[in-house]
T-cell receptor
Framework: DADVTQTPRNRITKTGKRIMLECSQT?????MYWYRQDPGLGLRLIYY???????NKGEISDGYSVSRQAQAKFSLSLESAIPNQTALYFC?????????????FGSGTRLTVV | KQEVTQIPAALSVPEGENLVLNCSFT??????LQWFRQDPGKGLTSLLL?????REQTSGRLNASLDKSSGRSTLYIAASQPGDSATYLC?????????????FGEGTQLTVNP
């Protein structure tokens, strides 16, 4: 099983719909992140969480919300999807207490808003 | 604000060549630097992580170097193979202050021709 699992893998939704992307991890890491990737723009941070009670906005949080349901689960919601939210979304984890550990990424969710 | 640049944006080489991918960053106050591989439409796979106190890391045919003072890292791939074709991303993690968010470069798209 993958260390970081994202569901769904692909999703097509209509403008205005609410959609949730889910992420679960078996790494035991406290820190979790949501990034989006767009061609020519690289990966940009949407939200991050250092523990269940700590949620922080990243550089492009507008139009998104998150929920940290447990140490292992971090979900990203689009309350009212719009076409420019079409992108590849990645969840990641990290453990700052282990210097040799980097980030672990999920396989991504490809979201298309039509 | 940290900026990460990768050169070249794309590279095409014949099989068997040794090659170097470049990554530069503007703020030398980094905790570590991580190289990732991304296959089309897929997630990120961590290749190598270099701590700020290290000069290089090696894994198989891959060697990553870090010159923190000049803000540069290189990824050396020896005896390239068609299976190495992918996009290579470098990401820097800042010194632990308010967070540990990665800043990504836009990647180098590598094609190794048989």
């Amino acid at each position: 099983d993958a260390d970081v699992t994202q569901t769904p893998r692909n999703r097509i939704t209509k403008t205005g719909k609410r959609i949730m992307l889910e992420c679960s991890q078996t790494k035991g890491h406290d820190r979790m992140y949501w990034y989006r990737q767009d061609p020519g723009l690289g990966l940009r941070l949407i939200y991050y969480s250092f523990d269940v009670k700590d949620i922080n906005k990243g550089e492009i949080s507008d139009g998104y919300s998150v929920s940290r349901q447990a140490q292992a689960k971090f979900s990203l919601s689009l309350e009212s999807a719009i076409p420019n939210q079409t992108a590849l979304y990645f969840c990641a984890t990290s453990d700052p207490g282990t210097p040799t550990n980097g980030y672990t990424f999920g396989s991504g969710t490809r979201l298309t808003v039509v | 604000k940290q900026e990460v640049t990768q050169i070249p944006a794309a590279l095409s080489v014949p099989e068997g060549e040794n090659l170097v991918l470049n990554c530069s960053f503007t703020d030398s106050a980094i905790y570590n630097l991580q190289w990732f591989r991304q296959d089309p439409g897929k997630g990120l796979t961590s290749l190598l992580l270099i701590q700020s106190s290290q000069r290089e890391q090696t894994s198989g045919r891959l060697n990553a170097s870090l010159d923190k003072s000049s803000g540069r890292s290189t990824l050396y791939i020896a005896a390239s193979q068609p299976g190495d074709s992918a996009t290579y991303l470098c990401a820097v993690r800042p010194v632990e202050t308010s967070g540990s968010r990665l800043t990504f470069g836009e990647g180098t798209q590598l094609t190794v021709n048989p």
